[in-house]
């Protein structure tokens, strides 16, 4: 099993420019969450998802956008980049809300 | 709302001594779980640890146990016998156990340095 994969690794970005985080998870979780990591502060949550074609707002939604078309994959949509949103990012899924979640190894996000 | 709160920024320990992690929560709910994640320098997020709410026996898994103090909303993170590879960001979580709720509330962090 691969787990929870998110690519790309690493991403530069200009300011007004958009892009799209890639998450699959092939454990057939029903939950997907999508965090941002700032230095000094724990985990923020951005958008989630309990189910295909379902989503919600997190904690700091405002300038991403989300999709949840299959159980498989919750991709992270930058509408038009901006410094702040510079941070990493991660995807994670669980099967039931009192079992952990699983984490992928994020995004460094940086723009420009 | 609930929050978590983790007050020591930076630990350090040495190696083969015990270290606890501190970690308080605020919640109105009765029912939720409570988790320790470790992040290591190589970004990843790793669960260490997890205790339900209803459960007064504290969780243990093999060098690293906690201390759930409900009324006083506390989970403390002991680990034992540390060894280098222990050394990275902790991180105390909150989760409901309401089933619609399934989002995970973050303390900011401990770094913890394990000396040899």
């Known amino acids: 099993n691969a787990g929870v994969t998110q690519t790309p690794k690493f991403q530069v970005l200009k300011t007004g420019q958009s892009m799209t985080l890639q998450c699959a998870q092939d454990?057939?979780?029903?939950?997907m969450s999508w965090y941002r990591q700032d230095p000094g502060m724990g985990l923020r949550l951005i958008h989630y998802s309990v189910g295909a074609g379902i989503t919600d707002q997190g904690e700091v939604p405002n300038g991403y956008n989300v999709s949840r078309s299959t159980t498989e994959d919750f991709p992270l949509r930058l509408l038009s980049a901006a410094p702040s949103q510079t941070s990493v990012y991660f995807c994670a899924s669980s099967y039931s809300n009192s079992l952990p979640q699983h984490f992928g190894d994020g995004t460094r996000l940086s723009i420009l | 709302a609930q929050t978590v709160t983790q007050s020591q920024p930076e630990m350090s320990v040495q190696e083969a001594e015990t270290v606890t992690l501190s970690c308080t929560y605020d919640t109105s709910e009765s029912d939720y779980y409570l988790f320790w994640y470790k992040q290591p320098p190589s970004r990843q997020m790793i669960l260490v640890i997890r205790q339900e709410a209803y459960k007064q026996q504290n969780a243990t898994e093999n060098r690293f146990s906690v201390n759930f103090q409900k009324a006083a909303k506390s989970f403390s993170l002991k680990i034992s016998d540390s060894q280098l590879g222990d050394a990275a960001m902790y991180f105390c979580a909150y989760r409901s156990a309401m089933d619609s709720n399934y989002q995970l509330i973050w303390g900011a962090g401990t770094k913890l340095i394990i000396k040899p």
């Open positions: 454990m057939n979780h029903e939950y």
